[in-house]
């Protein structure tokens, strides 16, 4: 027992020595931990936000719908689903303002119940959004109100009841699904439905009930279980999770994002607190060694010094989880007008305990590699002052300690990435890095030791010499700056990634309206109307109907009869019989590319060769055709011999019109075919005002506004993208304040030296000089080495995490390579200025 | 989710099996026989054009030889009747639509023409007087061509959450068209079917392949008192 008071008492002492020392060394873990923390807690704050807006999405934890009046026995099935449920039909109706006397084609809602659960029915006046239950009232979508000149107030006629105008609705949760789309939205009240005989038998009416459950419900799960008795029913239904998953990948690329973060913080935090510990034990190693003159034996410096390390560790860590909250705590705070969405911080506990803990367990990793060798440090060495003959190598016990920080590294990430092959790809990925890191670290000492003339100037020879002559730091400072850059550089080009994509996939340069059933006389009349609006016709294309009748000489019919039957993995002739829409035209637009074969454009129409054609590879392959395959068309009744001469692949997340077969230009112009025109409309009042015109002039064109619908995904798509940026952001800055907390430790390694060479007579300019090119040397090469290791990381991520086009502006890269290196050189003066600004004798009496 | 939109969006009546968005649907939904409507002129026979919609089309069966004109073809050519169906539907299909496709199917003589146009206008809401004008501008381009030409009309009607104005108003076109052009009329092509979950597809509009043999027996009802030869 007293022996251990005094093992205790004996690292209490020690630390005393220098604690300002002591304080550089704990600041690093503090940094290294708060970042970690911060980083983590952000992540879960943000998560959750954008949970919350996901939510809106659907309006409700579950949604079930069917487009068949529900029986007598699923009535009660449905009732005990949830005590808070809402109920709703929808439908298409034609709509009477009778003030105007004008009719159009709506989607009416009859909602009953406290629907939405997840945002609101936005509504001018805002009160309206709830309280229309309560009347004979309707909420009536913005773009119905501008195009009959309607008010708050006024009457609308649905079947026969007339409802009184509660409030205009400009959006709607649940509201971002087709029916929206095709026509504006008037809510009403269900208690209304049977006076309007509306509902009658023959009725196209879609049954909706929504659900929500108390917090924490695990609703998937419910859902799998209620799944058999669900598609019984024939019902269809959604929940938040199944929603995000078919909203696209977004939110799939976020929760990938912020692994990765995730993971780097992870990864900071080591590196902030391994290179202070790895740095502190071998300053101990000359006191050590005269504890052990003085009679202490191997296993007792052991403990004294694991003692002492992993209460530094743990102090470094509960301060730097502290520090991490109180950063999430206050930022939001700070940020408050520039934030897109609410973050509600809550402390994470989770993120603490994994802060403290990491921080206290690589401390006694770290501080076990350097310590295990105090086993064999020799009273001599007090006297003799060669610190690099200290051998690390071959020590069975290293292993261990080296597989146990492997172990750590693996069962940390996978609590990130909740995944294990994830976890161990990234463990490898960093082991890989760490190699190639520190081999190129041994490969400058090696080049330097040849290199290095005797005929050069002094400064450059020391400045050199330094970077592989005993006592250098040029392994751990080339590891944790290259680690660093390449954290910081892998999160640049990897956001650069992401955010590209959002905005490809955002609407902002994508149509938001869709006229179709343009008839080819009416075409250049609409465009012409589409243009005097000052609106762009962004995509004009003519669509005809056709059938395939046969491929290479065979109908469908053979070709099913030859196909079978089918063996595994053949390819067979499916899509044959159905309806095909095809177009034609002169060249490729933006979402295709040709994969095979060559395009052609245009034939001459009296050529009677095969006409050449282009397909999309998925349907190419559905159909089983090759290039240079013969297929005969029957276009409304004349059948066109044709010949595949390209295969395309096609992008279809896009606002647009693709083809699974185009024709060149030449022939079909005089087929039946309509028009369908894009654009993009900026405002409700513009879109009002150019469906006026159209359905004024063209009565016959149908009209899509995918204008409520698209900004309803842009706005969370600015939201996630906004999360994206912050976090990366928020990640860069503090891995560069780990970066310089980890040079900064380098302080006490060239203090001796500069006082030495101070004393001899240097100059500060000399000095500087020297320890300018040694910091250069070592941050140029690092941050070099750091930087190439990113470009191929974020390859490997894009390609096989993300599964995105890789692409890297070099710009970023660049800008990193420079400011990390003058970082570096500004750090390394300012770790010498101290000893530079001073008399040599004032500096040598104190205690360095 | 943009592509969610159009894709489901392009489905049904209004777009069906567009090549917009609608990727594999329809390229994956006929493996079946297809028996070609071959338009190659036939002198012994005369030519019953069906010119409608997705109805006429069998938007959504196995294949087009489950729709209502195939079914309507079978009972022609067991009775041993010297006419020969040629199904001229196209999906989504309006009015409008059709009025600017005519032309190019009255390149082939027709004998007996089936009209069976307007659903998709009901549905979108389009008003009634366009769906008229449109529905008689193709009459007149039938007549202008082949005077001698027998003429049915389909009638349709739309369900009633769309109005009741809306509802009759639609329903009359079909009866009022007919008289006026001397054509023979199928009250309601849907007739027992319409509204019927057991014979529709889920889409709750389109028949089923038994829906259509009900839609064809409609239709066979009217259109065997304007053939010859029986």
């Known amino acids: 027992?007293?022996?251990?008071?005094?093992?205790?008492?004996?690292?209490?002492?020690?630390?005393?020595?220098?604690?300002?020392?002591?304080?550089?060394?704990?600041?690093?873990?503090?940094?290294?931990?708060?970042?970690?923390?911060?980083?983590?807690?952000?992540?879960?704050?943000?998560?959750?936000?954008?949970?919350?807006?996901?939510?809106?999405?659907?309006?409700?934890?579950?949604?079930?719908?069917?487009?068949?009046?529900?029986?007598?026995?699923?009535?009660?099935?449905?009732?005990?689903?949830?005590?808070?449920?809402?109920?709703?039909?929808?439908f298409v109706s034609m709509v009477l303002f009778p003030k105007s006397n004008g009719t159009r084609l709506v989607q009416v809602r009859a909602l009953q119940g406290g629907f939405p659960y997840y945002g609101d029915l936005e509504t001018t006046p805002v009160a309206a959004g709830r309280s229309f239950l309560g009347g004979r009232n309707a909420l009536v979508d913005n773009t119905l109100m501008l195009q009959f000149n309607a008010a708050v107030g006024d009457s609308v006629k649905l079947g026969q009841v007339t409802f009184k105008i509660a409030g205009i609705l400009n959006k709607a949760p649940g509201q971002t699904g087709v029916a929206s789309s095709v026509a504006p939205v008037v809510f009403i009240p269900l208690q209304y439905m049977e006076q309007t005989g509306l509902a009658k038998k023959g009725s196209r009416i879609e049954y909706s009930f929504y659900y929500k459950y108390a917090a924490g419900t695990d609703v998937t799960k419910m859902v799998d279980k209620l799944k058999p008795r669900l598609e019984k029913e024939d019902f269809n239904y959604e929940t938040v999770d199944s929603r995000k998953e078919n909203t696209g990948r977004f939110f799939n690329d976020l929760t990938r994002f912020l692994a990765l973060v995730g993971f780097i913080a992870l990864l900071l935090g080591c590196v902030g607190v391994a290179s202070a510990i790895n740095v502190y034990v071998r300053e101990k190693i000359s006191s050590i060694a005269i504890m052990r003159c003085l009679g202490a034996t191997a296993l007792d410096a052991f403990v004294i010094y694991l003692i002492q390390i992993?209460?530094?560790?743990?102090?470094?860590?509960?301060?730097?989880?502290?520090?991490?909250?109180?950063?999430?705590?206050?930022?939001?705070?700070?940020?408050?007008?520039?934030?897109?969405?609410?973050?509600?911080?809550?402390?994470?506990?989770?993120?603490?305990?994994?802060?403290?803990?990491?921080?206290?367990?690589?401390?006694?990793?770290?501080?076990?590699?350097?310590?295990?060798?105090?086993?064999?440090?020799?009273?001599?060495?007090?006297?003799?002052?060669?610190?690099?003959?200290?051998?690390?190598?071959?020590?069975?016990?290293r292993w261990l300690v080296y597989s146990l920080i492997v172990f750590f590294i693996i069962t940390f990430a996978y609590l990130q990435l909740g995944s294990i092959l994830g976890s161990l790809f990234f463990t490898v990925g960093i082991f890989v890095a760490f190699l190639v890191l520190?081999?190129?670290?041994?490969?400058?000492?090696?080049?330097?030791?040849?290199?290095?003339?005797?005929?050069?100037?002094?400064?450059?020879?020391?400045?050199?010499?330094?970077?592989?002559?005993?006592?250098?730091?040029?392994?751990?400072?080339?590891?944790?700056?290259?680690?660093?850059?390449?954290?910081?550089?892998?999160?640049?080009?990897?956001?650069?990634?992401?955010?590209?994509?959002l905005v490809v996939s955002g609407s902002s340069t994508q149509s938001n309206m869709v006229l179709f059933d343009i008839q080819t006389q009416q075409q250049d009349a609409v465009a012409q109307l589409t243009r005097q609006q000052g609106l762009p016709v962004m995509q004009q294309v003519p669509i005809i109907g056709a059938r395939i009748e046969e491929i290479n000489g065979k109908t469908a019919e053979q070709a099913k009869k030859d196909t079978l039957p089918q063996r595994p993995g053949e390819r067979g002739r499916r899509g044959f019989g159905g309806e095909l829409r095809l177009t034609y035209r002169d060249s490729l637009v933006s979402s295709e590319k040709v994969t095979e074969g060559k395009w052609v454009g245009l034939v001459d129409p009296a050529s009677t060769a095969p006409i050449p054609i282009s397909i999309e590879d998925h349907y190419a392959n559905n159909l089983g055709v090759k290039l240079g395959d013969h297929i005969t068309f029957n276009v409304q009744g004349t059948n066109m011999a044709t010949v595949v001469t390209s295969i395309r692949s096609v992008e279809w997340n896009r606002v647009q019109t693709n083809f699974r077969v185009i024709f060149p230009k030449g022939v079909l112009e005089q087929a039946p075919q309509f028009h369908v025109l894009l654009t993009r409309v900026p405002s409700t009042a513009a879109s009002v005002k150019f469906q006026q015109a159209v359905v004024r002039q063209f009565p016959n064109i149908s009209i899509i506004d995918l204008g409520l619908v698209l900004s309803v995904l842009d706005s969370l798509l600015d939201k996630i993208s906004y999360v994206i940026n912050f976090m990366s952001a928020f990640s860069i800055v503090t891995g560069i304040i780990v970066l310089i907390a980890s040079v900064r430790i380098s302080k006490y390694q060239r203090?001796?030296?500069?006082?030495?060479?101070?004393?001899?007579?240097?100059?500060?300019?000399?000095?500087?000089?020297?320890?300018?090119?040694?910091?250069?040397?070592?941050?140029?090469?690092?941050?070099?080495?750091?930087?190439?290791?990113?470009?191929?990381?974020?390859?490997?991520?894009?390609?096989?995490?993300?599964?995105?086009?890789?692409?890297?502006?070099?710009?970023?890269?660049?800008?990193?390579?420079?400011?990390?290196?003058?970082?570096?050189?500004?750090?390394?003066?300012?770790?010498?200025?101290?000893?530079?600004?001073?008399?040599?004798?004032?500096?040598l009496r104190r205690d360095v | 989710m943009v592509p969610k939109i159009l894709v489901v969006f392009f489905l049904g009546v209004l777009f069906a099996a567009c090549g917009g968005n609608k990727k594999q649907e329809a390229a994956t939904d006929g493996n079946g026989s297809a028996k070609p409507t071959d338009t190659a002129v036939d002198f012994h026979k005369k030519n019953i054009l069906f010119f409608g919609n997705s109805l006429t089309a069998g938007y959504g069966l196995d294949d087009v030889s489950q729709a209502f004109p195939s079914v309507v073809q079978n009972k022609i050519d067991s009775l041993k009747l010297p006419y020969k169906v040629i199904n001229a539907g196209n999906s989504g299909e309006t009015s409008s639509g059709g009025n600017g496709r005519i032309d190019w199917l009255l390149k082939q003589p027709v004998d007996v023409f089936v009209l069976e146009l307007g659903a998709n206008d009901g549905l979108r809401g389009i008003p009634i007087k366009e769906t008229v004008k449109n529905l008689q501008a193709i009459v007149d381009k039938v007549k202008a061509k082949y005077p001698a030409c027998k003429l049915v009309m389909l009638g349709m009607q739309v369900p009633p959450n769309m109005g009741a104005d809306y509802a009759n108003g639609f329903k009359g076109v079909f009866p009022q068209l007919a008289a006026k052009n001397n054509m023979a009329l199928v009250p309601f092509l849907l007739d027992g079917v319409g509204g019927n979950p057991a014979l529709n597809q889920a889409d709750g509009i389109h028949p089923t392949a038994e829906g259509a043999k009900i839609v064809a027996d409609n239709v066979w009802k009217v259109l065997k008192t304007t053939l010859d030869g029986r």
């Open chain 1, 310 to 397: 992993v209460g530094i560790g743990f102090i470094g860590s509960v301060l730097g989880a502290e520090l991490g909250s109180f950063i999430q705590n206050v930022l939001p705070v700070v940020l408050k007008d520039f934030l897109p969405l609410t973050i509600n911080t809550v402390i994470s506990w989770p993120a603490i305990g994994q802060g403290v803990l990491i921080g206290v367990v690589i401390s006694f990793l770290f501080a076990l590699l350097p310590l295990i060798s105090i086993r064999k440090i020799s009273p001599l060495f007090t006297f003799r002052l060669s610190f690099e003959s200290v051998n690390f190598a071959a020590d069975p016990l």
């Open chain 1, 438 to 501: 520190t081999l190129v670290a041994k490969l400058l000492m090696y080049t330097m030791r040849i290199v290095v003339r005797t005929t050069w100037g002094y400064l450059v020879r020391q400045a050199f010499a330094n970077l592989y002559r005993p006592n250098n730091q040029t392994i751990i400072l080339i590891v944790s700056i290259g680690l660093s850059t390449m954290f910081i550089c892998t999160l640049f080009i990897v956001k650069d990634i992401l955010t590209e994509q």
């Open chain 1, 751 to 843: 203090i001796q030296e500069s006082v030495l060479l101070r004393t001899l007579g240097a100059t500060r300019r000399q000095i500087g000089t020297i320890n300018a090119l040694e910091y250069f040397f070592l941050g140029l090469l690092s941050a070099l080495t750091g930087v190439l290791i990113a470009i191929a990381v974020s390859w490997l991520l894009a390609t096989y995490s993300f599964k995105l086009p890789f692409v890297v502006h070099l710009a970023a890269p660049g800008i990193l390579l420079g400011s990390i290196t003058s970082l570096t050189v500004v750090i390394g003066l300012l770790n010498s200025r101290g000893i530079l600004n001073r008399p040599p004798l004032e500096v």
């Open chain 1, 1 to 90: 027992m007293a022996k251990i008071f005094w093992l205790f008492t004996m690292a209490w002492r020690d630390s005393r020595k220098n604690r300002p020392r002591l304080m550089l060394f704990i600041s690093s873990i503090v940094f290294g931990i708060a970042a970690l923390v911060a980083i983590y807690s952000f992540g879960y704050d943000l998560r959750r936000s954008i949970d919350d807006q996901a939510a809106t999405l659907v309006g409700a934890d579950l949604a079930i719908s069917t487009n068949k009046p529900v029986g007598q026995n699923a009535m009660p099935f449905l009732d005990s689903l949830g005590a808070t449920r809402s109920r709703e039909l929808s």
